[in-house]
């Protein structure tokens, strides 16, 4: 058996199953999920951390794939925050705590384990182009790779808000980066039309591919400490969360684990259509129409995976939360002066999260929880600095630094 899986595209709505792979959706409209049939694992859970392709018998691709050594990020036990949660907490909250930190991926967030997989399955198809709406990661990461297989990559953002280092990372990769008067949903629904007429790939997480590649963080934490009881991590457009599930089902279906974490999805406050749709127990979305946060990466009102997500909390037994922009850049702070761990906004809201629902009570004494940090704090320098200040500035001379100190 070839170290590839046997797999096809199945409807998550109506169970249809393609054999093409050139397409995003179904044609009931319904999102596509790859669905492995079968596999010949060649990889053990021994700890041993490879990158993204150490799992390359569960990942749906036929060629050689383009790589930039993603994955093996660090995962970091944090016991400051667990003292934290304690003191924070009314019970004597004891809870051990892990951050997965994304940040360290070649690009700086965890889209790089999607976009191996998506460019090199664009490359298996024979495009010529990539092509992505984004909130800026997704740009950074298309942009390196399609640099490294040689194929053209254009980008469309919403306009001044994107942080400054991912839209460095886009053109300095050299992507044709188009700014857009407009938010993400229309951006997406924009350059979905695009790669339709001009024959691009689209690479946003509507793409099933590119979640095959980010599901690996759900081997990698499998690998090092077993399966947690829960996982918590930010929320845009949803496919992260999904990703993440799938992988956790996969490893139970393939007999190499026998549990589940508790999906724990958090969003900004002004961006929070899973959190509302879960708090009212409901399998869809109503769309926030003018979504607006600091944490810039999830400022997305109208999220494409949004069934996926609410279906992998509800399977899961997990739960959706809302945070302020307030509460995302403490917990910033709190992890970078704390523990050292630098992330960007987006990626604060697990730790504000994780704050929030062991102050409510909603994570219990016992449970093992792993936070995912899915950007790098350099990616948005801007927000640091409003935030922290500018250094302070002295005359050059031992006196003056003296009496800054
Ligand atoms: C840093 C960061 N965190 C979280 C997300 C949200 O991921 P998803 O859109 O898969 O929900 C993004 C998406 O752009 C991101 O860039
Ligand atoms: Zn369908």
Redesign the pocket.
Known sequence: MPENPDYCLKCIECGREYEIEDIYMCECGGLLEVFIKDANLKFKLDGNLRGVWKYSSLLPVKIDPISLKEGSTPLYRCRRLEDILKDRSSQNLRVEVYVKH??ANPSG???DRGMTVGVTKAIELGKRAVACA?????SASMAMYAAKAGIKAYVLLPAGKVALG?VAQALMHGARVIGIEGNFDQALSIVREVCRTEGFYLLN?INPFRLEG?KTIAFEIADEIGVPDRVI???????????IYKGFRELERFGLTSSIPMMT?VQAEGANPVYRAVKNNKTDIDPVLNPETV?T??R?GQ?V?ARK?IRAIYESGGVAEEVSDREILEAQKLLAMREGIG??P??A?SIAGLLKLGEKGIIESGERVVCIT??HLL?DPETVIRECGEPIKVEASVDAVRKVL
């Open positions: 994304e940040g967030s965890f889209k984004s909130t800026g990661n997704t991912k997480s980010q991590l930010p929320v845009g457009n949803a496919g992260n969360i999904s990703a999805g944490a990466a999830i997305i999220p995976n997500a992330v960007e987006a990626s809201a899915t950007g990616k």
